[in-house]
């Protein structure tokens, strides 16, 4: 049917232009008509740069527009008229295009909305992929990706996006009004190694690469220490990739008072590493000594993360030793058996860079501007502090429960999910048909409180109950984990939350009784997965972006 329109599609072209719904392309057939030279219309929009800067078609006619000043109003072409008319098709109001004579100010692009038809007779892990040219500040041409993938329920796809090379962060909004996250995501991407000492901050945490690790003195080099100065001395080199302010510890002295019982905190390094300064307190007092068995370690402190790249040569080996030192100190990030904590990971497309999503735990803030290299240089193309922001509860795929220690787990307590009742039973049974959860008595402490070691206990057997009890959860649908722990020297290994990811089918509520528990409501509604989805990931829904590039605001 030649009355309707087919889909739009995409073309390599930069110059092909395409209408939706009613109208013509206006052409002419020289670059500068006169009476004499007819003004055609067209809906072919194919159209090329010529030498002299004018967009032509296929058939060698040029391109009319109507004129526009800097604030875009639309002005006559004959400078002698004052008040434009675009129902008139004449020389007097239209000018052919030229790109040559294009210029002003460029405007960063802030908002892109995407209309997509998707397949409903897709298998389920079949994606499409949509690219969408945006422009910076400067008026460079990017591309950004959207990944569209069918999921394994009725009319349900995912929507992902890789911020395009230099951006900050890209969050996709489920509404028009910016206040609903679909998703955020953000970046680091390195560009080259950053010095030894050149740190990020990561949610309050200082990660610093440090190509120091240890060194321990010997016959060939011997440490010297000079107790009333606090000083220790050994060939240049030894202490290179220390700097004022790590904290280190001392072992193995052949003089005992020289070891550090804890960190030492260093006030000066040798320029050539050959010496080191200790600040006063630790240890006590340092004996003067010639010693040929010191073990020199840098530590890491509650507040600073040292991240080893001793061994690294390549930029993608100290991005792995960076993403494996947030895993290992922040429980926030941490991968919970074999389930994989996404919200911070290398994607598969580039070595070089680190992705940071949130899956609705929180908000992400990263800093990246101690990330520079030995010469002052940036090592990564962001460079200021960026938000990833917390993704919206209609949209999360699981829900956490933080227990705290300030209450006391009795007996009888219960927990409804999904309509099976889980009672704490310290030994003397459970009432009707509930769900037996076992609990351990001892090491509860004060009146009112528990053991981190008995909540660990508390839900490790509510874990077990529940996968034991409702076939609709499984190991990878239930899980508990550590929250907000970044303690030194690492993370507790005791859980204190409950991790319940959305089911196939169906919803389900949550209901605690008498106990008290961090975050959510007593009861919590978890929407059908399926429904919830389609609200979101509907063909045709609205999705803003917005992002940061090279620290710079959209205009």
Do not use: C
């Not at 000492?197 to 016959?219: C, E, H, L, N």
């Not at 006063?280 to 003067?288: E, K, S, T, V």
């Not at 034991?468 to 690492?490: C, G, Q």
């Amino acid at each position: 049917d030649t009355g309707v329109q087919g889909l739009l599609a995409a073309s390599a072209s930069q110059t092909d232009i395409a209408l939706s719904g009613n109208g013509f392309f206006v052409v002419n057939e020289v670059n500068q008509p006169t009476l004499n030279n007819e003004f055609l219309f067209t809906r072919a929009g194919s159209f090329f740069l010529d030498n002299e800067g004018f967009l032509r078609n296929t058939g060698g006619f040029y391109l009319q527009a109507w004129p526009t000043d800097a604030s875009g109003a639309v002005i006559p072409a004959n400078k002698n008229l004052t008040v434009p008319n675009k129902n008139v098709i004449s020389t007097d109001f239209l000018t052919t295009v030229n790109l040559n004579r294009v210029g002003g100010t460029a405007a960063s692009t802030e908002e892109i909305a995407i209309g997509a038809n998707l397949p409903s007779n897709d298998d389920a892990g079949t994606t499409h992929k949509t690219d969408v040219q945006f422009f910076d500040t400067l008026g460079n041409p990017n591309n950004i990706s959207f990944v569209y993938s069918k999921g394994i329920r009725d009319n349900e796809w995912d929507l992902e996006l890789t911020p395009p090379q230099g951006v900050a962060v890209t969050t996709l909004y489920a509404d028009t009004a910016g206040a609903t996250v679909y998703e955020s995501r953000g970046q680091l991407e390195f560009t080259t190694l950053p010095a030894s000492g050149a740190s990020v901050v990561i949610d309050g945490i200082t990660y610093q690469f440090s190509t120091f690790s240890s060194v321990t003195a010997s016959a060939t080099n011997t440490f010297t220490v000079v107790g009333a100065a606090r000083t220790i001395t050994a060939a240049s080199g030894t202490f290179t990739g220390l700097k004022i302010g790590d904290s280190i510890s001392i072992t193995g002295a052949t003089n005992a008072a020289n070891n550090t019982a804890v960190a030492a905190t260093l006030t000066a390094v040798a320029s050539d590493g050959s010496s080191i300064t200790l600040a006063a307190g630790d240890p006590a007092a340092m004996a003067n000594s010639a010693d040929t068995t010191m073990t020199v370690t840098i530590l890491d402190t509650t507040a600073t993360k040292i991240i080893n790249v001793s061994t690294s040569t390549t930029v993608a080996q100290y991005v792995s030793a960076l993403v494996a030192k947030v895993k290992a100190s922040d429980s926030d990030f941490a991968n919970v058996g074999t389930t994989t904590n996404n919200r911070i990971q290398i994607p598969a497309t580039s070595s070089s860079t680190v992705f940071f999503t949130d899956d609705g735990s929180a908000s992400i803030v990263v800093n990246p501007a101690g990330l520079l290299t030995s010469t002052g240089a940036r090592a990564v193309r962001q460079e200021v502090s960026f938000t990833v922001q917390k993704k919206a509860t209609a949209h999360r795929d699981s829900f956490q429960f933080t227990f705290s220690t300030a209450v006391d787990v009795k007996d009888g307590q219960t927990i409804t999910i999904n309509g099976i009742v889980y009672e704490v039973d310290t030994g003397g049974g459970v009432a009707g048909t509930n769900k037996a959860v076992l609990t351990p008595t001892a090491g509860t402490g004060t009146a009112g409180t528990i053991s981190a070691a008995d909540l660990n206990t508390f839900l490790s057997n509510l874990e077990a109950a529940i996968e034991a009890n409702d076939p609709e959860f499984a190991a990878t649908t239930v899980r508990i984990r550590r929250a907000n722990d970044s303690a030194e020297p690492t993370p507790s290994t005791d859980a204190n939350t409950l991790v319940l990811d959305t089911l196939s089918k169906g919803s389900y509520n949550v209901l605690f009784g008498t106990n008290r528990q961090q975050g959510p409501s007593a009861e919590v509604q978890f929407r059908r997965p399926a429904e919830r989805i389609q609200r979101r990931r509907a063909a045709g829904r609205r999705l803003r972006q917005r992002r940061r590039r090279h620290g710079r605001r959209p205009q």
